[in-house]
C-alpha cells in the first residue's frame, strides 16, 4: 500500500533528537501513523499549531506531497526569550502504491492532526471469480 523509501529518515529522527532539527538545519518532518482500515489507507499526521490555511497536499505519479507552515506566534519586533517549538515549512512525502486511489483521497485536520483518507483502488479489492462446471462445456462443444 505505502512504500517507504527513505533510507535517511532514521538519521534525520536521530539528528534531531541530538540537536534539535534535522541535519540540514530545517524544522523536523511531521510525524505520522499509517494504516489500513477495511477499503480505506489512513495517515495522520502531527501538525499542532499549524494554520490550515498554510497546508498544501498534492498527488503526481502516486507520490504524495504534504507540506504546512508554522509561524512564529511572537509579534515582529518582539524580544524572544525562550523560542522551543520549531518553526517554518514543514515537507513529508509519501509513495503510494499502485493499489490506492489518488483521484479520492480525502484530507480532515482538526485538533492538530491531519487525516488523509486514500480508498483502495477497486481493481486491487478481492473478488469472487465464478468456476463453470463440466456440464457447461458440454453444451458449448455441442
Given at each position: ?45 502531527d501538525l499542532p499549531g499549524i494554520d490550515p490555511e498554510t497546508i498544501e497536499l ?85
Amino acid at each position: 500500500m505505502l512504500m517507504r523509501t527513505d533510507p535517511f529518515r532514521e538519521f534525520d529522527r536521530l539528528a534531531q533528537q541530538v540537536f534539535g532539527a534535522t541535519s540540514n538545519g530545517r524544522p523536523s518532518a511531521m510525524p505520522m501513523d499509517a494504516y489500513r482500515s477495511g477499503d480505506d489507507f489512513i495517515v495522520h499526521f502531527d501538525l499542532p499549531g499549524i494554520d490550515p490555511e498554510t497546508i498544501e497536499l498534492d498527488v503526481e505519479r502516486n507520490v504524495l506531497n504534504v507540506r504546512a507552515e508554522r509561524r512564529s506566534p511572537a509579534p515582529e519586533g518582539a524580544e524572544t526569550v525562550v523560542a522551543e517549538r520549531p518553526t517554518g515549512t514543514f515537507t513529508r512525502q509519501l509513495f503510494l502504491g499502485d493499489t490506492l486511489d489518488t483521484e479520492r483521497i480525502d484530507a480532515s485536520y482538526e485538533s492538530g492532526v491531519l487525516t488523509l483518507r486514500i480508498p483502495v483502488a477497486e481493481q486491487a479489492k478481492p473478488r469472487r471469480i465464478q468456476i463453470t462446471g463440466g456440464d457447461s462445456r458440454r453444451q458449448i462443444g455441442n
